[in-house]
């Protein structure tokens, strides 16, 4: 009996490798709708814009991180207002990279690793639903009224 005390007690699987493989799953799930969109659609739209767009939304999260830590008040980020801004820039699958890749960029930046998993799959998944909408319902031409109301409602994903 003395010896099954002094014996270290084996961790589970799902104590040490939950998050992990929570993490990955998550990971696969970005990944496979930012396949399924650039499927549909390979064009992002102008790379300035594309790339304009990713650095503000890397932005967007590390100074919102970085507010929240310094000052321990909530802070709003620019999620929405940038979504709307890459819907009218941008082609669908530029949307959802610059999106979700702007969160993973934010993610290593404030080296999260885990936490930018989840994040990117969420951004990839809410960003397609979007693009989706906007693309589907709101039609290509952006100065259309239908495009507008479509915007302003997928951006409330």
Same mark, same amino acid.
């Given at each position: 009996?003395?010896?099954?005390?002094?014996?270290?007690?084996?961790?589970?699987f799902l104590r040490t490798s939950g998050p992990n493989a929570v993490a990955v799953a998550t990971a696969l799930v970005g990944v496979l709708t930012i396949g399924l969109v650039v499927g549909l659609d390979p064009d992002i739209g102008p790379s300035t814009h594309f790339f304009a767009l990713l650095v503000l939304q890397s932005a967007n999260y590390v100074v919102?991180?970085?507010?929240?830590?310094?000052?321990?008040?909530?802070?709003?980020? =620019?999620? /929405? #207002? &940038? =979504?709307? /801004? #890459? &819907?009218?820039?941008?082609?669908?699958a530029g949307v959802v990279i610059s999106q979700a890749a702007g969160v993973v960029v934010a993610g290593l930046v404030l080296r999260r690793?885990?936490?930018?998993?989840?994040?990117?799959?969420q951004a990839s998944t809410a960003t397609a639903v979007a693009a989706g909408l906007t693309h589907v319902i709101g039609g290509g031409d952006v100065a259309t009224d239908r495009f507008a109301v479509t915007v302003l409602l997928a951006s409330a994903v």
């Open positions: 009996m003395g010896d099954s005390a002094s014996t270290p007690r084996p961790r589970s919102a991180e970085w507010l929240a830590r310094r000052f321990r008040v909530p802070v709003w980020q =620019l999620d /929405a #207002a &940038l =979504l709307t /801004a #890459a &819907l009218v820039l941008l082609e669908p690793p885990v936490r930018s998993i989840v994040n990117f799959a």
